[in-house]
């Protein structure tokens, strides 16, 4: 019975493909959905720093003052935390792993002058917003005032 398993699985083996691939020559194609090294999309990244709160490693820095984002790829657990947690959803997880190396590095990425425009621009509008609701506001607190005021005036007369 043992011989006839074994040359069952010879015959299949003779048969079928191997299990390896001939790498470098043949390269992997990861599943879609795979962990894969963490991706920033600077152009709408806006520095709010909630992935680098949020990450269980510590992978991530946030340099508000010099307009930076860094990663250290070599602390990251493809958890995707990160990624998950972003409000503008920038990040992602790329199908593919990060490249190995022989010391840790941390990779840092400018905040991208199209990204800057618009975060200043939102600022500005949200500052005037501000402004407008305040002045309005005013106005109201104003009018209810002279209303209160005026039967005190008519009764007066
Ligand atoms: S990647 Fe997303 S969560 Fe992290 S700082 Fe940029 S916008 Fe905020
Ligand atoms: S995938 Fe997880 S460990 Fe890696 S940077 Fe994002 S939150 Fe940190």
Avoid at 26 to 43: A, C, L, S
Avoid at 110 to 119: D, L, T, V
Wanted: hydrophobic content about 35%.
């Amino acid at each position: 019975m043992a011989k006839l398993n074994f040359k069952a699985t010879v015959l299949k083996n003779l048969f079928s493909k191997p299990a390896t691939r001939l790498y470098p020559a043949e390269e992997k194609i990861y599943p879609t959905g795979m962990r894969g090294h963490v991706q920033n999309d600077m152009d709408v990244c806006v520095l709010c720093g909630l992935c680098s709160i949020k990450c269980p490693t510590h992978a991530i820095t946030v340099d508000k003052a010099s307009r930076t984002w860094s990663i250290r790829p070599m602390s990251c657990i493809q958890c995707r935390c990160c990624v998950d947690n972003c409000p503008k959803k920038c990040l992602s997880m790329e199908v593919k792993f990060t490249e190995p190396g022989r010391e840790k590095r941390t990779n840092s990425f400018p905040q991208s002058e199209k990204a800057i425009a618009e975060q200043e621009a939102l600022m500005k509008a949200a500052k005037e917003r501000a402004a407008k609701a305040a002045e309005a506001k005013k106005a109201a607190e104003e009018k209810k005032a002279a209303e209160e005021k005026k039967p005190e005036a008519e009764g007066n007369a």
